[in-house]
């Protein structure tokens, strides 16, 4: 069965780095387009980046572009995404998600 699992979280000072990674397995990873989602408390689940299967193309969300890059290893079946000059606002859940898959999330904490 389609498994994403999430690791990297943490609790990281303003303007710190984290580097997220997403291991997939049950499915052909490298023919489908993966994500990164967030739901902060209180909030809707958002888009934060997507890479397509072929040629890499990404795509990133306005409140995030310029910090934050989405990658993939399509030999190691897994997603990853770098995140820089992290801010208090980018505190929440980061979710990976495939199709109609989501893996179980990882939280990312940034606060002095």
């Known amino acids: 069965q389609v498994q994403l699992v999430e690791s990297g979280g943490g609790l990281v000072q303003p303007g710190g780095s984290l580097r997220l990674s997403c291991a997939a397995s049950g499915f052909f990873f490298r023919i489908n387009a993966m994500s990164w989602y967030r739901q902060a408390p209180g909030k809707e689940r958002e888009l934060v980046a997507s890479?397509?299967?072929?040629?890499?193309?990404?795509n990133y969300a306005d409140s995030v572009k310029g910090r934050f890059t989405i990658s993939r290893d399509n030999a190691k079946n897994t997603l990853y995404l770098q995140m820089n000059s992290l801010k208090p606002e980018d505190t929440a859940v980061y979710y990976c998600?495939?199709?109609?898959?989501w893996g179980q999330g990882t939280q990312v904490t940034v606060s002095s």
């Open positions: 998600k495939t199709l109609t898959y």
């Open positions: 890479i397509s299967a072929v040629g890499g193309a990404t």
